[in-house]
Structure formats: structure tokens, C-alpha cells
């Protein structure tokens, strides 16, 4: 899924960095249960989550605590089972108009180019040939890409192949970018790089994103790079347990370790 039909784009704008309150996304008495074999299994329940212009909120559990299944939910992907997930106060009926979404083995199609991966998601928006092209290399560019247009997949590194999946879902300067698990497939230096790089983009203005949600089960991740950290708990059934609030001012001095009992 490459995103969902928005508005289309013009070049990258500043962003205003403060969190100006404005409330981009908001899930209310959020619940959704899988149908299994042994009849309904409740992945989430009951959540209530806003997600602000200005912020990066991680959503951060161990695997199977229901990560994937909140973001898919928020990106408007999968319907809830009850409660509504809205974007902009208006309730979403299908795929969010204001989200692109970064996947962790980059979903990237191998028979086309960066630049044609890169142009998909516009492509899907209805965006003229012309103006593709200059988006799309602008937004390679930004991501450190530029020179790769022509390549293909296969001939990119895991780090340069997650650095396309990031331009796919820059390019559409979706209000919310969200990631899942953007960086568990890439080596620990790698990953390390690509996230210094993005939060210095995220900090100058340049990130053509007004909020960003980050799904991840690595705590250090969590805290270096979230203003807001909610956790989902695997016990009983995925439900929020604990919302800890890191704080927006120095959220990324926080100490690791302190984090771990909240997902055990
Ligand atoms: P996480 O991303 O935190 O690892 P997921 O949201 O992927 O967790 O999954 C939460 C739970 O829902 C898991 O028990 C998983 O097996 C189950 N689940 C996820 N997707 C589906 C699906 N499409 N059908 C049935 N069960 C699913
Ligand atoms: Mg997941």
C-alpha cells in the first residue's frame, strides 16, 4: 500500500517546528480483535491517542503487542473493529488522506527505478508527469539519494534501499509520516546514521511532515527519537497500557533502561 489519495504537493516547505497543539490524528475508544480459529482475538482496546502537529510520538512493545496493527488502523488501512480513528476531526471511512507510511523491509517495487519508486505514491494521487519528476528528485535529494535516480533496488544497499522507502512517503508531504519498524532490518550503523540524519532534517524544518509516528521495540530508539513515548503492552491483549510522557523539551535525555520494565 502505497499511501492514500491527498492533496498533491509542492516543494518541501519549512514546517513550524513548535508543537502548536494542532490535534492531526485522534483515535477514540479505539478496539480491534483479528477473527482466528478460536473465534475473536482482541489485539487493542479501547485506545484514545492524539497525535499532534510538532511531535514525534513512538509507539514503542514487543512484537505481537499490537504496533502494527494501531498504526495500520491510524493510516486508515484496516477499519477498526469499534471506535473511531479520525484525521483532522473528520472520521476516516477508508485509507487516511494525511498519512504516508515507511515499512521496514521497504516495500520497494524491483522492476522500477528510485525515481520511479519514489514518483508511485503521486503517481496514485493523480499528480502530472511533470511535476512528479521535479517532486520526486527533490525529495531524493533530501534524503541523501541524489545521483541514484536511474538505479535499480537491487543494486542499493539495505540503508540506500530504506533511504527510497523514506523519499516514497516524503514526497506526498503527508501531514503524519508514519514508520514501522523503519530501521530493524538495517545493520546497527546504518541504522544509527539514517536516524541522525532524519532527526537533524526532522529539527532544521526540512522534513516535509508535520508529525511523525514511530513504531518500534527498540527502547534506546524510542527515547533518542520521540517526544512522546506510548507503550503498548502484550498483556492482557495489546491495550495501552502506560502513556509515558517524555516530555517535549530534552525528551532524548532520558534514560534507556528506565524504560524497559514498561514493555517486559
Ligand atoms: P506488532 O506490530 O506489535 O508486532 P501486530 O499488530 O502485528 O503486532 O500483531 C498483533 C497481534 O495481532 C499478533 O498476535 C498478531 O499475530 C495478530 N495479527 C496481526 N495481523 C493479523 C491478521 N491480519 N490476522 C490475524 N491476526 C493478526
Ligand atoms: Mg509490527
Not at 472520521?91 to 487516511?96: D, F, H, K, Y
Not at 522492476?111 to 525529495?139: H, K, M, S, Y
Request: glycine share 10%.
Amino acid at each position: 500500500t502505497l499511501g492514500a489519495p491527498a492533496t498533491p504537493t509542492g516543494p518541501a516547505a519549512a514546517v513550524p517546528r513548535a508543537a502548536d497543539g494542532d490535534v492531526l490524528l485522534e483515535t477514540v475508544g479505539l478496539t480491534k480483535s483479528y477473527a482466528g480459529a478460536d473465534g475473536e482475538l482482541p489485539v487493542l482496546a479501547g485506545i484514545d491517542l492524539k497525535i499532534r502537529a510538532g511531535e514525534i510520538v513512538a509507539l514503542l512493545g514487543k512484537s505481537g503487542s499490537g504496533k502494527s496493527t494501531l498504526l495500520r488502523c491510524m493510516a486508515g488501512l484496516i477499519p477498526a473493529s469499534s471506535g473511531t480513528v479520525s484525521y483532522r476531526g473528520e472520521p476516516l471511512t477508508g485509507a487516511n488522506p494525511g498519512t504516508a507510511m515507511v515499512f521496514q523491509t521497504f516495500a520497494l517495487l524491483p522492476w522500477l527505478t528510485v525515481q520511479q519508486n519514489v514518483e508511485l505514491g503521486l503517481e496514485a494521487r493523480g499528480v502530472p508527469a511533470e511535476e512528479r519528476a521535479r517532486a520526486a528528485v527533490q525529495a531524493i535529494d533530501l534524503i541523501g539519494l541524489d545521483g541514484f535516480e536511474s538505479a535499480y533496488p537491487k543494486e542499493l544497499s539495505g540503508g540506500m534501499r530504506q533511504r527510497v522507502g523514506f523519499a516514497r512517503a516524503l514526497v506526498v508531504e503527508p501531514d503524519v509520516l508514519m514508520m514501522d519498524e523503519p530501521f530493524s532490518a538495517l545493520d546497527v550503523l546504518t541504522a544509527e546514521n539514517l536516524r541522525g540524519e532524519l532527526m537533524e532534517l526532522w529539527e532544521s524544518g526540512q522534513f516535509p511532515t508535520r508529525a511523525v509516528v514511530l513504531v518500534t521495540h527498540n527502547i534506546e530508539e524510542a527515547v533518542l527519537m520521540a517526544d512522546r513515548i506510548v507503550v503498548l503492552g502484550s498483556r492482557p491483549y495489546g491495550t495501552i497500557r502506560e502513556t509515558v510522557e517524555v516530555g517535549l523539551d530534552r525528551p532524548r535525555d532520558r534514560d534507556a533502561p528506565a524504560f524497559q520494565e514498561l514493555i517486559d
